[in-house]
């Protein structure tokens, strides 16, 4: 969860000496938010604090009976997904976009090995440090006949990082981790959608009794390439990092293709990345409490040339691990179920077909290096957002 921005250095005085205990208000379980965005939880924890707090919660996608939930907000039964790449060709973004360059043959941070070894000190990752995946988050596509929604904005919303403005709301979708539009089971409940080339990505959305709810908004330009401080300088997004969603989520369709060519999104517990530092291309970090050697927010980690792909159980595993050697990942958001992938619900190829939540467990902290972005920021939450 996040924390409103007045009551966020109350709280952090408050907690002085008590930090375990009050990390998870602060940093909002994750995180999105200004403090706190959500960790991302568990599904991945998108901030929340992800966790996976439930050890008996793989981080699968929950049983889709092929129904929506009844209340859905009344937008109707239609399909909200689709198999269709959307703009980008799957990349969403131009050629030349961050999430899509390739960093095969980039050198590793001077301070890779420092990094790398104080994560592997704090614990390594989350849930028992098991790099496992998240199948949670929907990406919805509208082909611009959903209704445009305006919302109530709730105190998971801040400004100026967020967008108040009216987004589409397909029939039929739903948000992350739930069957419908009604967040039942106060997690992230991220509503993303894509519509022409306006990417839509909301965290805590809420459709209930006909009452538009929403945490904060951000909408990205598909036809723009982002500089190294995204929406603005100390601004979150739907993401703790200031990060978009979907263009970082691999999908069952990309498996069944045999490539994933673009960066993944990945979280980690709070307690394990550098104190209120982020890097670029991250434009916002948290509360975290980390060591001052440990991975600050935003932290890009590719997967080391020499990794064993034959030792991965399954194909569907080694395509990961090839995107993860080529793209690499970023870090995105607090939570315990390190890598997030795109719901199957709206594609074609479903993932029970290709990939099981457990099957990069063998992949260890160690076999990553850090590519370097540029300096550490300190975290301020003086959100500048750029024109």
Not at 116 to 143: H, M, T
Not at 185 to 204: A, F, K, N, P, Q
Not at 307 to 331: D, I, K, S, W
């Amino acid at each position: 969860m996040r924390t409103a921005p007045a009551l966020r250095w109350i709280l952090v005085l408050a907690c002085a000496g008590l930090l375990a205990a009050c990390q998870g208000d602060i940093q909002g379980e994750d995180d999105a938010g200004q403090d706190g965005q959500t960790q991302d939880d568990g599904q991945d924890g998108a901030q929340g604090v992800d966790d996976g707090s439930l050890p008996e919660d793989d981080g699968s996608p929950p049983e889709d009976d092929g129904a929506q939930a009844e209340d859905d907000g009344g937008v109707g039964d239609d399909e909200g997904g689709g198999n269709d790449p959307g703009p980008g060709q799957g990349h969403y973004f131009p050629p030349g976009a961050i999430w899509t360059q390739d960093v095969y043959d980039a050198p590793a941070a001077a301070d890779s090995d420092a990094i790398i070894q104080c994560l592997r000190d704090a614990g390594g990752w989350g849930n028992e440090d098991v790099f496992q995946i998240d199948f949670s988050i929907e990406v919805l596509r509208d082909d611009g006949s959903a209704p445009m929604r305006d919302f109530i904005p709730t105190g998971d919303f801040y400004s100026p990082d967020c967008d108040q403005v009216p987004m589409p709301v397909p029939a039929g979708g739903a948000l992350e981790g739930e069957q419908g539009y009604e967040c039942t089971s106060d997690g992230d409940c991220h509503l993303i959608v894509v519509r022409g080339t306006d990417l839509y990505e909301m965290w805590r959305a809420n459709i209930s009794g006909g009452d538009f709810y929403g945490g904060c908004l951000a909408v990205w330009d598909l036809t723009r390439i982002y500089g190294p401080t995204g929406r603005g300088a100390q601004c979150t997004s739907a993401d703790a990092a200031g990060f978009p969603i979907a263009p970082l989520l691999f999908s069952a369709d990309e498996l069944a293709a045999g490539e994933i060519a673009h960066a993944i999104r990945f979280i980690l517990p709070n307690d394990r990345v550098k104190q209120r530092t982020y890097v670029p291309p991250a434009t916002h970090g948290t509360n975290t409490s980390g060591g001052t050697a440990c991975p600050p927010y935003g932290v890009h980690f590719r997967l080391r040339r020499d990794f064993p792909l034959e030792t991965l159980p399954n194909e569907g595993a080694r395509v990961v691990a090839r995107a993860l050697q080529r793209y690499g990942m970023f870090h995105a958001d607090g939570g315990n179920i390190a890598l997030t992938a795109q719901s199957d619900r709206f594609t074609t190829a479903k993932w029970a077909d290709h990939l099981e939540p457990r099957d990069l467990s063998a992949i260890q902290v160690e076999d990553f290096e850090v590519i370097d972005h540029g300096g550490q920021v300190p975290v301020t939450y003086d959100c500048v957002r750029n024109p």
